[in-house]
């Protein structure tokens, strides 16, 4: 083994390598607090190498993306290296944090180490540009709503908003352009420039040597190892302990595919982004420009000029108050925004647990229309429920309107269908992906299908529905049956100023009576 | 702090040092190896046991005279949903027992097809022939042809074959 090494040594020279890498001189008085830019590297590292491995079964196209990423769940140990690139990220966030606040409280930015500081402010940059570039990878609706945002605060730009939207949007909407083009930067171009940067970082760093304790210690440099790189795989070691136990504990959350169309999601960003979408709020209408824009822009501006605002030759923080607590106060803006962020959240209207009338008429719809013909254990295609649908809704929705566009091959076509029932059978597609049908009266599955048919472009109930006629969630509240049957049937007989139409014809008597019934009852 | 970078540690101490951050490295590595290693293997292989498909019914049929089925299946291909053809040769035996044979030759996967003169299955690639039950009577075929699970279903006398 050791003549191995001697030969591989008189062939490359490689111990001058390890030398150069592992005995940095350091100054005395380096200690914990110069371990967290190791640790960052170490993070970075991982989320290169598990980020390489994600793409062996990633596929960047809006058709696919999502099945990909739940796939990768099903993968051994998936769910474990997608829980390691996902939470990674975070950690990276506090790391970076952690180390420019450390560089800042030991000024270390300082002459001669200028152009380190701002190589490492391009890097905070780069890392941002990758969590927001990877956030739409998994195609699902935080990712899609996500990115809606951050297209649409794009547009803030002065005199550039469009353009820069356009580049950040790809195509004319957000769909396979946009899913491309973040996907190359977040492979490919940012990748690239990070480990530039961080090549030109650390060669800075070896150049000027590290700035050690504020004030001078006395004695010789101690060479990096053994005793600070003990220092730094410790800490490491913490960190990925932590990182692996996050990992470990389950896969990373993974809402449904992305849905253009749903009106009920409610987007919020990644908590290290809530503190900039809470800062949004204090700005309304024209103003959004200076809490998107210019406040960013003057923090980012601050950090690139502190070198040249705080002159001072003493790196000492007790010697440089304004500064340190001009930082202090900015830091503790963010944290309050942050937390303030993270409780004003809405609840969710998504989280509904009973079938809406137009999801049950769907399932009525979905039998009426022959689609468990095919979509059957014995059919050509899969059962409509029980099964996860990873389709995205204009996928479904296509295919409801005309199943040989997208499935060639069916033998007959499917008689045409009115565009409410369409729209039901999606609901249905949907809600059937996710939750078992909990079974109905009959009743209500006699009930569903005129509702989801005929109510639902102009009524509510219980929050789904249109906004033109009155919500008919407790209708019993007001009319009896009768009432409401003839005012279903001809509204201008009980009210001559009635603007629905007469249903009368269009409903059977067996209909009427169901509809009115139903409504009469909901108290 | 244990100790200060000033003084350089000792012999033993570095060596201790050393060790602990080259377990560390190995420790970081070795497990990130094993995880990455395992995830680029592949997929668990999963129990898949195909899906029946329709096949028409024993009307079509002719007793102990070999039918070819075109039948479109749903392959499921990691996150890919693959609607492949296929075609199988059902033999009905004209009262309740049916036989499913894959139409891929086993020799290099051409399709068989039945010639019903001689009765026998003749591969068009490289002169594989297989008789009705699809054992190999010349040729270079190495193996019967597949034979596919497939039942009928009494109720209504269609066939399932499970793809």
Same mark, same amino acid.
């Given at each position: 083994m050791k003549r191995l090494f001697e030969?591989?040594?008189? %062939?490359?020279?490689?111990?001058?390598?390890?030398?150069?890498?592992?005995?940095?001189?350091?100054?005395?008085?380096?200690?914990?607090?110069?371990?967290l830019g190791s640790v960052l590297l170490a993070l970075l590292s991982i989320q290169l190498l598990t980020g390489a491995f994600l793409t062996l079964y990633y596929a960047a196209s809006p058709d696919h993306a999502y099945d990909s990423v739940r796939f990768i769940n099903a993968v051994r140990f998936g769910a474990i290296v997608r829980g390691l690139h996902h939470y990674g990220a975070s950690f990276i966030v506090v790391a970076m944090v952690a180390h420019m606040l450390r560089v800042i409280a030991f000024g270390s930015y300082k002459p001669p180490r200028e152009v380190t500081w701002l190589s490492g402010l391009a890097l905070l940059g780069l890392i941002l540009g990758f969590a927001l570039t990877g956030y739409l990878l998994p195609w699902d609706q935080r990712a899609y709503w996500a990115t809606v945002v951050t297209i649409n605060?794009?547009?803030?730009?002065?005199?550039?908003?469009?353009?820069?939207?356009?580049?950040?949007?790809?195509?004319?909407?957000?769909?396979?352009?946009?899913?491309?083009?973040?996907?190359?930067?977040?492979v490919i171009f940012l990748p690239a420039g990070l480990v530039l940067l961080i090549v030109g970082h650390l060669f800075l760093m070896r150049r000027q040597g590290i700035s050690g304790p504020v004030r001078a210690r006395s004695g010789s440099p101690s060479a990096f190892f053994p005793s600070q790189a003990a220092r730094d795989v410790t800490m490491v070691l913490l960190v990925v302990t932590v990182l692996a136990a996050y990992a470990w504990h389950g896969a990373p959350p993974l809402e449904g595919p992305a849905d253009p169309t749903d009106a009920t999601y409610i987007p919020r960003p990644e908590w290290y982004f809530l503190g900039l979408f809470q800062l949004l709020k204090y700005f309304p209408g024209k103003w959004e420009v200076v809490g998107a824009m210019a406040v960013p822009g003057l923090a980012a501006g601050f950090l690139a000029l502190l070198p040249w605002l705080d002159r001072g030759p003493d790196r000492d923080p007790r010697q440089r108050r304004v500064i340190v607590s001009a930082v202090a106060i900015g830091?503790?803006?963010?944290?309050?925004?942050?937390?303030?962020?993270?409780?004003?959240?809405?609840?969710?209207?998504?989280?509904?647990?009973?079938?809406?009338?137009?999801?049950?008429?769907? %399932?009525?719809?979905?039998?009426?229309?022959?689609?468990?013909?095919?979509?059957?254990?014995?059919?050509?295609?899969?059962?409509?429920?029980?099964?996860?649908?990873?389709?995205?809704?204009?996928?479904?929705?296509?295919?409801?309107?005309?199943?040989?566009?997208?499935?060639?091959?069916?033998?007959?076509?499917?008689? +045409?269908?009115?565009?409410?029932?369409? +729209?039901?059978?999606?609901?249905? +597609?949907? %809600?059937?992906a996710r939750d078992a049908y909990p079974g109905s009266s009959q009743t209500v599955e006699m009930v569903a299908p005129i509702w989801a048919r005929y109510c639902v472009g102009c009524h509510k109930i219980e929050g789904d529905g249109g906004t033109d006629g009155p919500d008919l969630t407790r209708e019993g509240t007001k009319h009896d049956a009768a009432t409401l049957r003839r005012w279903i049937v001809d509204p201008e007989q009980v009210d001559a100023n009635a603007e629905m139409p007469a249903f009368g014809d269009r409903l059977n008597a067996a209909q009427l009576d169901a509809i009115s019934t139903y409504l009469a009852a909901r108290k | 702090m244990a100790h200060t970078s000033e003084t350089p540690p000792s012999g033993e101490r570095r060596r201790a040092l050393a060790i602990f951050v080259n377990t560390v490295v190995a420790l970081i590595g070795?497990?990130?190896?094993?995880?990455?290693?395992?995830?680029?293997?592949?997929?668990?292989?999963?129990?898949?046991?195909?899906?029946?498909?329709?096949?028409?019914?024993?009307?079509?049929?002719?007793?102990?005279?070999?039918?070819?089925r075109v039948l479109s299946v749903s392959r499921v291909d990691g996150w890919y949903r693959a609607r492949a053809r296929e075609t199988v040769f059902l033999v009905w035996d004209g009262d309740k027992a049916i036989r499913a044979m894959s139409a891929t030759c086993t020799h290099l996967g051409c399709q068989v097809r039945w010639e019903a003169k001689d009765k026998k299955f003749r591969c068009p690639c490289h002169g594989g022939v297989y008789a009705a039950d699809g054992t190999v009577l010349e040729g270079p075929p190495p193996r019967p042809l597949q034979t596919v699970e497939a039942r009928i279903d009494p109720s209504d006398s269609s066939v399932l074959v499970r793809l």
């Open positions: 030969w591989l040594h008189a %062939r490359t020279g490689y111990r001058g390598a390890v030398h150069v890498m592992l005995d940095e001189p350091l100054p005395p008085g380096t200690g914990w607090f110069f371990t605060i794009s547009k803030l730009t002065p005199l550039a908003g469009e353009m820069v939207a356009g580049v950040l949007r790809g195509g004319s909407t957000i769909g396979a352009l946009t899913l491309t083009r973040w996907y190359s930067a977040h830091v503790a803006s963010v944290i309050a925004l942050t937390t303030l962020g993270w409780r004003d959240r809405p609840l969710s209207a998504a989280s509904r647990d009973t079938w809406t009338l137009r999801e049950i008429g769907g %399932r009525v719809f979905a039998q009426r229309l022959n689609c468990t013909r095919c979509h059957s254990e014995t059919g050509l295609a899969d059962p409509l429920e029980g099964g996860p649908s990873t389709r995205g809704p204009e996928w479904i929705a296509g295919h409801i309107v005309d199943p040989e566009m997208i499935a060639p091959g069916m033998r007959e076509p499917p008689a +045409a269908i009115h565009e409410r029932e369409a +729209a039901a059978v999606a609901a249905y +597609a949907r %809600r059937a | 070795g497990g990130l190896s094993a995880v990455l290693g395992a995830f680029a293997l592949g997929p668990r292989a999963s129990a898949s046991q195909g899906r029946w498909s329709r096949a028409g019914t024993t009307d079509d049929l002719k007793p102990d005279e070999p039918v070819a």
